[in-house]
C-alpha cells in the first residue's frame, strides 16, 4: 500500500516537475509585469501538486502517456515515456516471485516508507515551532481590529485561517506601521493566508523534488512582491522610496522559524526593493492582453494529451511456482506495444491455468468476458544464409506449427521489417476422447496473430476465441504490435 500510495505521488512529482519548468520559463517572460500573473502560474503547479485527478486535451504541453498493463495497480504514469516505460518494467519483473523481485519490492517499499518518515518529520518540526511562535503571541496586545501587537516578534506576520490576526513587533516605528498593515491586509484579501499553507501541503507531500523546492521558494517571493504592488498601486503619490526603506528596518537576518505564516519580513529584501524602485503601474489593457495570452498556456499544463491509444504488456509478466514453462534464466525482459479494441483489459490467467506453449501467458478480457490470450516464448537464432527469408518463420514457430495437436497455420504476413514480422494465422485444435485419431479434422479453429523479433529472439502469440473479433480487428491489432 505504502509503495503504490509513494508511486503514485511519485508519478504525480515528474508530471509537476515538468509543469515547474514551464512555469519558470514563463515567469521570465513576466519579470517586468505585476507579479498577480505569476502568482496565477503558481496556481497550475500547485493543481498537479495536489490533484490526483486530470483531464484531457489535445493541445496539452504535455506529452501524451501510453497505457501500461500490468497486474497490481502499482506502476507510474508521468507522461514521460523513458521514465513511464523503464521503471515500469522494473516494477512488473517484482510482482511475481521471479529472481531478484524480493530485493526489487524491498527496495520500492523502503523507499516509500522513508518518504512517509521525511513527510512526518517535517511536519513535526514545523509544528513545534508553530507552538513556540504561538506562546510568543500569548502576551499580544490587540491594537484595532485584528492587529495586535506583540513583543517577542522581529518581523509582521499573519497568523489563523478563518478569523487571521495581524501581529507587528511592538517597536514599528510609526511611519512604517502604514505600509506593513496594508502588505498584510493584502495578503488576507488575496487569501494567501489559506493559499500558503495549502501550498506547504503540497511541499511536504513533495519534499523529495527539488523542483518544488524552487517553486514553493518563488512563489512566496511572487506573493510577497504582488502585495507590493497592491500597496504601492492603493497609495497616493509616490511612496517607493519610503516603503523600501520600511521593508529595510522590518527585513531580520533571522529566518522565521516555521514556514507557514505570511510575514512581512520574509523574501528576498533586495529582490523586493529593485522591484518596488521599478515599480511603475501598468495599463490595464496591457495586463488583460497578457491573462488572455496566459489562459491557454494555464489550461495546456493543466490537461493532459489524450493516451496513446498505442499499451503495452510488459514481459515476463508475472511469475509463479505453478508457471509452465518457468521463466528461463536469459529471457530477456521486453514490453509488447498494440492497439486493443475499446473496453479491452489484460489479466493474469485465472487460478490454475496455463499454457504449455508460452511463457507468463495473459488473459484479455472485456466485460468480464475472456476474449484472448498472450503470451509469448523465445527462440534460437538462425543462420539467415541456411534459410530463406520467406521461410524464416517456420523456423521461429517450429514449436507451434508442429504439434499434433495444436497448430497454427496459414501464415499470412503483415507488417515486415528487418528485425521483425507480423503475421495472421488460424489455431488449429485437435481434441481427440480417445477415439479420434490426432489427424482427424480440427474440432476448433481460432484467429490469431504471431509477431517475432530477431534482435530479442522472442516471439508473441495472441490467441482469440471464436467471433471475439473480426478479420479486420485482427488485422488492425496485428498492424499495431512492436516489440521491444
Known sequence: MAAQLFLHIFS????????ILFVLAVRLLLKRLPKVLSCALWGVVLFRLLCPLTFERPFSLLPAQSQSFFFGSTQISTGIPIIDQNI????????GSGAGSPRLEFWISLIAWLWIAGMLLFLLYNLITLVRLQKKLVGAVRVHANVYFADEIATPFVVGIIHPKIYLPSDIEAKDRRFVEMHEKMHIRYAHHIIKPIAFSALVLHWFNPLVWV???LFCKDM???????VLRNMDGDVRRQYSEAILHLATKKRMMTVLPVAFGKGNTKTRIKNI???HKAAVWTVASVAIFLIPIGLCLLSDRPSNKNSYIPF????????????????????MYLDLPKGWEVHMPPEGENSSWF??????????????????NLFEPIDENEIPQED?????????????????????????????ETALANVYIQQTDGTTSAAASPTAVMPGILSYNKRLQVYVAVQFLPNAVTDEERETIAKSIRLS
Not at 504525480?12 to 509543469?19: C, D, K, N, P, W
Not at 515500469?88 to 510482482?95: D, E, K, P, V, Y
Not at 497448430?407 to 521483425?420: A, F, G, L, N
Request: aromatic share 14%.
Open 215 to 217: 517553486a514553493f521558494t
Open 224 to 230: 510577497e512582491m504582488m502585495c507590493d504592488e497592491c
Open 277 to 279: 524602485l521599478s515599480y
Open 359 to 376: 511463457v507468463t501467458p495473459v488473459y484479455l478480457y472485456k466485460d468480464d468476458v475472456l476474449m484472448a490470450i498472450c503470451g509469448y
Open 316 to 335: 515476463p509478466a508475472y511469475q509463479a511456482e505453478n508457471t509452465i514453462p518457468k521463466v528461463p534464466a536469459n529471457a530477456p525482459p521486453f514490453q
Open 88 to 95: 515500469n518494467q522494473l516494477i512488473s519483473q517484482s510482482s
Open 392 to 420: 524464416y518463420y517456420k523456423a521461429v514457430y517450429s514449436g507451434i506449427r508442429l504439434g499434433s495437436l495444436y497448430r497454427w497455420d496459414d501464415y499470412q504476413p503483415i507488417v515486415t521489417s528487418e528485425d521483425m
Open 12 to 19: 504525480m512529482s515528474v508530471t509537476a516537475g515538468v509543469v
